[in-house]
């Protein structure tokens, strides 16, 4: 049954036209960031108003065929488009701004919107390719939600996020959270850099896996993985930390920009005790895996 959405009537104006041989159809995209940002586009050669927001032709972009089935496979929608001509940034999808954005397709007579919207497809951001001037984003279905595991795993490590109520450990207090500033030694590929850091700890790979957010630059907000981390001495008995994030910044930091960071977890029972001293590790070190399982008597 189709359903027609913010019709003027109960939606057979809309259906009938559906039904004629020449049609005025376009199709409208909402997509709402998980911050809170919204943007709407159409295919229509003209900007629409549909249910009090503006859908923008400027934003064009170019969708594949929907796909529908009544059984629970996934179905998925790509759609490509260009940076800037569409509200899609280069530097969001690589900060990860669009991760899991929620993503409506509707149907509408662009020459009586009144009539309403015919539902066509919801999903979310999936995998992104990204190209030099444009994108292809995978739509996932809201069905693809039912194919993902959920609940514990039994592991040697935790699975646990760090300063997650289970774990227990402040990450937000003042003896893990520190701040500073970048030294210089910016790589090319935009992905390694020196830092200074406020009272910070001088074991090497304290902040392995940690976050680094930074307060300005166009960067502003964003939280950074970090990869590896290294304390270097110098000769006066200072020092400084060269890090290496997972990616690179769709940005290049400036020598001075200041931010705050944070420890990073490996999973470990060692990790937890020593570095935390935190008693709610989470995962199972003495658990036979597959591979001892396997061997057992054959010894």
Same mark, same amino acid.
């Given at each position: 049954?189709?359903?027609?959405?913010?019709?003027?009537?109960? !939606?057979?104006?809309?259906?009938?036209?559906?039904?004629? &041989?020449?049609?005025?159809?376009?199709?409208?995209?909402?997509?709402?960031?998980?911050? !809170?940002?919204?943007?709407?586009?159409?295919?229509?050669?003209?900007?629409?108003?549909?249910?009090?927001?503006?859908?923008?032709?400027?934003?064009?972009?170019?969708?594949?065929?929907?796909?529908?089935?009544?059984?629970?496979?996934?179905?998925?929608?790509?759609?490509?488009?260009?940076?800037?001509?569409?509200?899609?940034?280069?530097?969001?999808?690589?900060?990860?701004?669009?991760?899991?954005?929620?993503?409506?397709?509707?149907?509408?007579? /662009?020459?009586?919107?009144?009539?309403?919207?015919? /539902?066509?497809?919801?999903?979310?951001?999936?995998?992104?390719?990204?190209?030099?001037?444009?994108?292809?984003?995978?739509?996932?279905?809201?069905?693809?939600?039912?194919?993902?595991?959920?609940?514990?795993?039994?592991?040697?490590?935790?699975?646990?996020?760090?300063?997650?109520?289970?774990?227990?450990?402040?990450?937000?207090?003042?003896?893990?959270?520190?701040?500073?500033?970048?030294?210089?030694?910016?790589?090319?590929?935009?992905?390694?850099?020196?830092?200074?850091?406020?009272?910070?700890?001088?074991?090497?790979?304290?902040?392995?896996?940690?976050?680094?957010?930074?307060?300005?630059?166009?960067?502003?907000?964003?939280? /950074?993985?970090?990869?590896?981390?290294?304390?270097?001495?110098?000769?006066? &008995?200072?020092?400084?930390?060269?890090?290496?994030?997972?990616?690179?910044?769709?940005?290049?930091?400036?020598?001075?920009?200041?931010?705050?960071?944070?420890?990073?977890?490996?999973?470990?029972?060692?990790?937890?005790?020593?570095?935390?001293?935190? &008693?709610?590790?989470?995962?199972?070190?003495?658990?036979?895996?597959?591979?001892?399982?396997? &061997?057992? !008597?054959?010894?």
């Amino acid at each position: 049954m189709k359903t027609v959405l913010n019709a003027s009537d109960d !939606g057979t104006l809309f259906l009938n036209h559906l039904a004629q &041989d020449r049609t005025t159809l376009a199709r409208l995209v909402r997509i709402e960031r998980l911050d !809170g940002v919204v943007i709407c586009m159409t295919t229509h050669d003209k900007n629409l108003t549909y249910d009090g927001e503006v859908y923008y032709s400027k934003f064009g972009y170019n969708p594949s065929a929907i796909r529908s089935s009544a059984s629970l496979a996934v179905d998925n929608l790509s759609v490509e488009g260009f940076f800037e001509l569409n509200g899609v940034l280069r530097n969001d999808l690589i900060a990860g701004r669009f991760d899991g954005a929620l993503c409506d397709i509707f149907l509408v007579n /662009w020459n009586d919107v009144s009539m309403g919207a015919l /539902w066509l497809k919801s999903g979310y951001f999936g995998s992104v390719d990204i190209s030099d001037y444009k994108y292809t984003v995978d739509f996932l279905d809201l069905t693809q939600k039912l194919q993902q595991e959920t609940g514990r795993v039994i592991q040697p490590g935790c699975d646990l996020k760090l300063g997650c109520e289970l774990c227990g450990v402040d990450i937000a207090s003042a003896a893990y959270t520190k701040t500073g500033t970048i030294t210089g030694d910016i790589t090319p590929s935009k992905d390694t850099f020196s830092i200074t850091i406020s009272e910070g700890d001088t074991t090497d790979g304290y902040y392995n896996f940690g976050i680094i957010t930074f307060d300005s630059s166009p960067g502003g907000g964003d939280n /950074w993985l970090i990869f590896r981390e290294i304390y270097e001495q110098e000769y006066d &008995d200072s020092g400084y930390h060269s890090i290496t994030l997972f990616l690179p910044f769709p940005f290049v930091p400036s020598v001075g920009d200041t931010f705050t960071i944070y420890p990073g977890c490996d999973g470990t029972l060692q990790t937890c005790n020593n570095k935390f001293s935190n &008693d709610s590790f989470q995962g199972f070190p003495h658990a036979v895996t597959e591979e001892q399982a396997a &061997d057992y !008597g054959t010894g």
